[in-house]
Structure formats: C-alpha cells, structure tokens
C-alpha cells in the first residue's frame, strides 16, 4: 500500500505559477501521475512520470506551460504548473501503482490515490 499527501494548492491570478508536491509513503517504480478535476466536469489526467521508460507524459491542454519531475531519493512527484490560466482551476491528485490494461492517462490504471490540493485561477 503506498500513502500520497498532495500540498501545494491555492489561489492565483492568471498568468501566475504554483508548484504542487507529492509525497509517497515509500519508494515505487510504478508511473505517478497528476490529473485534476473541476466543478462538474470529469477527472482528467494532466501529466504523468514513467520510471521504466524514462518518459513523461503530458494532456495537451497544458503542454509547454506544466512540468511534471520526480525525485526519487524523496519519494516525490512535483508539478510545475507556470502561465496558469482559469481553466486550470481544479482539485489536483497525485496517482500511483499499476492495473493492467489501462492508458496512462486512464485513472484506472491507478491504484494509490492522495486527497488532492485545490488550486483556483482568477481572471
């Protein structure tokens, strides 16, 4: 069982940045990903860190502006998130562990998840 604490969130104008973090309870090889979900609409992943492959991952909605990098001696998943923008505004969730047969992006491939941190984007 892996343990995820989202931090990080909070409120900016647009335009601005946030970094949020990710803290796992221990060591995974598995991909880690961030998706977020906004008021009335459906979760959606957002970017996603693969060990085996050395790949990351990006939604092309945020594609050049987010940044997604790990740091595994602290068991750690960051997003940069810079020229934020309104419809970033969202509860953002860290994901991790592995159910076969699912895409990257699919939150069912994901077994772990934290409680998320809310970022909100004012115009």
């Known amino acids: 069982q892996v343990q995820l604490v989202e931090s990080g969130g909070g409120s900016v104008q647009a335009g601005e940045s946030l970094r949020l973090s990710c803290k796992a309870s221990k060591y995974t090889t598995d991909c880690m990903a961030w998706f977020r979900q906004a008021p009335g609409k459906e979760r959606e992943g957002v970017g996603v860190?693969?060990?085996?492959?050395?790949?990351?991952y990006y939604a092309d909605s945020v594609k050049g502006r987010f940044t997604v990098s790990r740091d595994n001696h602290e068991n750690t998943l960051y997003l940069q998130m810079n020229n934020l923008k309104p419809e970033d505004t969202a509860m953002y969730y860290c994901?991790?562990?592995?159910?076969?047969?699912?895409?990257?992006?699919?939150?069912?491939?994901?077994?772990?998840w934290g409680q998320g941190t809310m970022v909100t984007v004012s115009s």
């Open positions: 860190s693969c060990m085996t492959t050395g790949n990351t």
């Open positions: 994901a991790t562990g592995f159910v076969p047969g699912f895409s990257t992006f699919d939150q069912r491939r994901y077994t772990w």
